[in-house]
Each structure stands twice: as C-alpha cells, then as structure tokens.
C-alpha cells in the first residue's frame, strides 16, 4: 500500500489517476498531472490549482492559478502576484515573486526576474550567485548554460564561476564530459575546457553516445562520427559530393566575374526585361544575353517569369545601384582590381607583400589618389558595407560621455552619419587623405554638426580627441604601419581618453576572416588579427584594451583606453 502513488497512470481524460486499470481514489478533477516525490501531484479544479496527495485529497488549502511537479522537494507555482516555490505542506520557499520559475535540479532552479534576467536560486530560495543572465538554463552534472545580453552562451558552475569563459552562439549541457556548442562556423562537440573535440563544423549533432554521436553535415550529409569527428558511418550521402563541391570552389571567379559583367553592363538597371531587350540596351553581342541571364539565374540574382521577363530577386536587388545599400561599386570593386591582383596572390605569399603593389608600382590608395572613377567607386563600396556591417555600432558604442569624436581613416563619412543621428548632442570631424575629404559630403541634416579634415594617418594628426575611432584601418596595414597609426592615435589623444577600433576579431577556435585575412595581404599588406595580437600591439603604443563588443556583422568593436 505504501508509495502506491509510483505506479499510478493518469486516466485517458487525464481527470484522475490510475492504479492496476481501476481509479486511485473517488475524486476527479479538470486535470491532474504525474505524481512526483514525495508522494504529490498537481491537479486543477473548479477551486484553483493545488496538490493532490495519493488519495485524491487536496495536499493544503492554498489555490494558485497553475501548479507543477515536486523536484528535491519544492514545486514552482503561479500566484496572481507571480511565480515561487512551495514545499510539500504547501507553505512557500521564499518571501519573492517571479516571472517565471523553473524546477529544482541539483539543488538549483532557474528564476526570471520581472524586469527579464535570469538567475539560479538555491534549495532556501536564495540566490546561488550575483550574476544576472538574459537566459540561465538547469544544471546538470554540475553545470548549466547562461546566456549573456549579447546573445552568447557559455557553462557556469553552481556557485556562478565561468568554467571555461568561452562564449558560444548556442551551447547544451554536459552530457558524459562533452558538450554540444555551435560557433560562427557550425555545431560541434566541445570538451570541458570549452575547447573543439574536433576541426569539423556540421549542421546539427547529438550528444555521445558510447563514444559515438550522430551529426549532419553543413553539405546535408548524415553520418556517424567519433569523438576526434572522424565519420565513421555514412547515414546519408551529401546532396553533393567532396568533388563536385570543390570544383564548384574552384572557379569561384566565374561568379564574381559575372555579376561584375552584370553590373559593368547595366543589366538590373533594365529590368523587368526580356533577355532580347537586355541584350540590345546593354549592347551586349547578338544571341549572349539569353546566355547571361541564365548564368544570372543559376546566381539566384534574377529570375523569369511566364512571359519571359526577368526580374531581380530580393538578392539581385542589392546589385541595383539604386538600393540605400548597393553592392553594385563593391562587385566592380572585387571584379576590377581585387581580381586582378588576386591573380599574384602566389608571389604575395612567397614575399610577404602585397600583389596589389606589385602589379601597379605604388600602394592602393596612393594608386587610388590619381583615380577619380575608382576612389568613387571605393569609398561608394565601403559606405554600403559601413551602412550596413555599422547597423548597430552606435547602439553598442556608448557615446554620452563625449561632446565630440574624430574618426581618423573615417572615408566618407558613413559611420559618423549613424552616430550623429542616433546622438543628437554629439559633433564629429572625419579625417583621411585629402583626395578623399575634397569630394566627401555630408548629408544636410548634419551639415553643422561634422567636419572633414585632410591628414595623413601616419604623420602627426591635424585634430586631437578624447574619443577616436580607427574602423577598418587597422586591417590594411603590416604590424610596423598598424604601430605607426597607432603611435599618432596615442599622441591625438589626451590620457584616459578612449580609442574604439572596428575591425573583424580572428578567433583562435574557428577559421573564421582566413579568406578577407588573404585579401588584405593581396591588396594591402594587411592582415586581420586576434584580440591577442589587437592587445599586443595596441599596449606597444600605451594603449590598455577595455573590452571586445561583438556587433551583429563581421565586425567587433575593441574599446581601449589611452593610458
Ligand atoms: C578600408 S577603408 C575604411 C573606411 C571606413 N573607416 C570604414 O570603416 O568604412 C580605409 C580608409 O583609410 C583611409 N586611409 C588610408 N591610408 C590613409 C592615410 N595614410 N591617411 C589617412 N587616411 C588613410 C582610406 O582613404 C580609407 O578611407
């Protein structure tokens, strides 16, 4: 007779419990849910919500909107005035009220404030560490998941310690040791150091099992693998193969040379058109253009309707020079002379030095300076992507403690426009070479509130500010110039004022930037760089790196401070 509840089912009704196909007891309720330890189970009713006790009697005399299970002894309920926990006489853990509470696992239990942080609680209600997370999962085998404001996720242990301090885009419990995280590259399995089993980066995994877990692969493969990520059984073959998705990486350029020709040629300014129609505006040679305008389709950049007319998709639009973000400038950018340079790309890394340099006896931006057409479709190129990869920089830079900044290699302004707007107190001066400052406006809006100053990174800087801003600067010069720039940045700067430097972070785990890391080199001289190598050569010239904010593109925004 006694623990009987353990073998109870609940009726098909779920009015009632069951024991051996008869009911457990006389009453019935709206709903009652699984009998948990010691001995409880939530039920609903006319009255409220409560706990039942094996006979189908009301555990205590308290009604709460919802009730649910006991775990270690305590079970979450939804008051009117909000979310707690009860004990199994029914009297409650803890004077707070929550948002939401989760239940009991290894003596902690997941808790939302009302104003939206998560926390952990412990088995006497209080709270198990200081920290506050947008989202704390359960503990299990000792650990839980939280989830900082920036959207990343990382392990803590029961008394809130980071146990590895590495954040992910997504990351799972421990289960048996290993634990199933996804970076900007793809899902994996990550040791209890929060270090990659393994290179490979998949679709989807699921946890060990035996040492072995079952993962999709980002080419739609599913397979079996091992804990060095070695397949080990082919579940399902790739939609494509190894060799078919590589000679499709090999001839990249025949797509960056088709949209390029697309753009050259004018082909989305014509459109809706028939490929006849475009043929003859864009001047193409008789019977091509049916041949482009298929080659566009396979790019997913256009597509035909009944009639034969094309129209550009959502993705081809952006190839329009007219959408506030074209990448129209930046395809003839990369068709034009990063293509051409690429093609050294060889020689650069025999050398060390740039292809681009080679190919033309002088740097690209002093090639850039006798060029009116190209600078144009240059800087046209770097304000779309400023538009675009700075879309959220001025939320994440806090500006309010500064009256005005200087954004040294600033181009056309692109960034500043955003920061200006989204702080209207603000002033701002651009500087960069005189050739590109000549021809830079500002919008009207803030025609009085941002200056363009001609100078020279390297020399000393014809403006000083308690607030710089270095965006994509950096990444275009070798270690010696990225020092040079840096020394002058110190010298505009009074002490404990603050350099924000935009740039793509390499991260040591994934290999994320290995392709634009090449392009820099090509074109350049540049690099891209670590947060360790960005702390490096920021403290040679007396700067001390703050933090690393992560934006929602490419970019990351490193504050330091000038010391
Ligand atoms: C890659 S662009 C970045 C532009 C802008 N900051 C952005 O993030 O979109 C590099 C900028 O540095 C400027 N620049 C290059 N060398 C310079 C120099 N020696 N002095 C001043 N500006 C320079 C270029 O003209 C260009 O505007």
Redesign the pocket.
């Known amino acids: 007779m006694k623990e009987r509840w353990r073998e109870y089912g609940i009726s098909e009704s779920a009015s009632h419990h069951v024991y051996k196909g008869r009911p457990a007891y006389r009453s019935r309720f709206d709903e009652v849910m699984k009998f948990h330890e010691p001995g409880l189970a939530p039920a609903i009713d006319g009255s409220g919500a409560y706990h039942i006790t094996a006979d189908g009697l009301p555990a205590y005399e308290s009604r709460y909107v919802s009730t649910f299970g006991y775990y270690e002894g305590r079970a979450a309920v939804h008051s009117d005035d909000g979310w707690f926990h009860i004990l199994a006489d029914g009297s409650p853990l803890y004077k707070e009220r929550y948002a939401w509470c989760g239940n009991f696992q290894e003596d902690r239990c997941a808790v939302r404030l009302r104003g939206g942080d998560y926390f952990h609680i412990i088995s006497d209600g209080l709270p198990a560490y200081r920290g506050r997370y947008r989202y704390a999962g359960d503990f299990k085998e000792g650990y839980a998941v939280v989830q900082r404001d920036d959207g990343k996720h990382t392990h803590i242990d029961a008394s809130g310690n980071l146990i590895h301090g590495r954040w992910f885009k997504d990351l799972d419990v421990f289960h048996k040791r290993y634990a199933r995280a996804c970076d900007s590259e793809g899902w994996h399995h990550v040791d209890m150091t929060g270090m990659p089993l393994y290179r490979e980066r998949f679709s989807n995994v699921e946890p060990f099992y035996n040492g072995q877990a079952r993962v999709e692969g980002l080419d739609g493969s599913l397979s079996v693998v091992n804990e060095s990520g070695l397949t080990l059984l082919e579940l399902r073959s790739p939609p494509q193969s190894h060799f078919e998705a590589l000679s499709r990486e090999m001839v990249g350029h025949w797509r960056t040379q088709t949209i390029h020709a697309a753009v050259e040629l004018g082909v989305f300014e014509c459109l809706p058109a028939s490929d006849i129609e475009v043929q003859e505006r864009t001047r193409m040679h008789r019977s091509v253009g049916a041949r482009l305008m298929r080659a566009l389709m396979e790019l997913e950049v256009v597509w035909r309707d009944v009639d034969g007319l094309y129209h550009p998709t959502n993705r081809g639009a952006l190839l329009m020079r007219s959408h506030p973000i074209s990448l129209s400038d930046a395809a003839r950018h990369w068709g034009r002379e990063s293509y051409q340079s690429w093609s050294g790309v060889v020689r650069s890394l025999q050398t060390g030095k740039s292809a681009f340099e080679k190919l033309h006896g002088k740097s690209f ?1 002093d090639w ?1 300076q006798d060029r009116p057409c190209d600078l144009r479709t240059y ?1 046209s190129a ?2 779309a ?2 538009r675009h990869d ?1 879309r959220d920089v001025s939320d994440l830079l806090e500006l309010t403690d500064h009256d005005s900044i200087l ?5 056309a302004g ?2 500043v426009f955003a920061l200006l707007r989204s702080c209207p107190e603000l002033e701002a001066t651009i ?3 005189a050739e ?1 400052v000549e021809v830079a406006m500002p919008p009207a809006d803030l025609a009085g509130r941002c200056r363009y100053v001609a ?4 020399e000393e800087w014809p403006v000083t500010s308690d607030a710089v801003i270095l ?3 950096i990444h ?1 010069c070798p270690n010696g110039d990225a020092l040079r720039i840096l020394r002058r940045a110190r010298e505009a700067i009074p002490r404990g004022g603050t350099l924000y430097v ?1 740039e793509m972070v390499l991260d040591e785990a994934t290999s994320r930037g290995g392709l634009l890391d090449l392009n820099m080199l090509v074109m350049t001289q540049g690099a891209e760089r670590t947060e360790k190598q960005f702390r490096e050569i920021l403290a040679q010239e007396g700067f001390g790196l703050l933090d690393v904010v992560e934006t929602s593109s490419v970019s990351s925004i490193l504050r330091a401070r000038a010391l």
């Not at 954004?407 to 181009?411: K, L, P, S, T, V």
């Not at 100078?455 to 390297?458: A, R």
């Open positions: 931006f850039l800087h770097m304000s992507y400023a700075y954004d040294a290699g600033g181009g692109e960034l500087m960069d070479r590109v100078g020279d990174l390297f965006s994509r600067v275009d935009i």
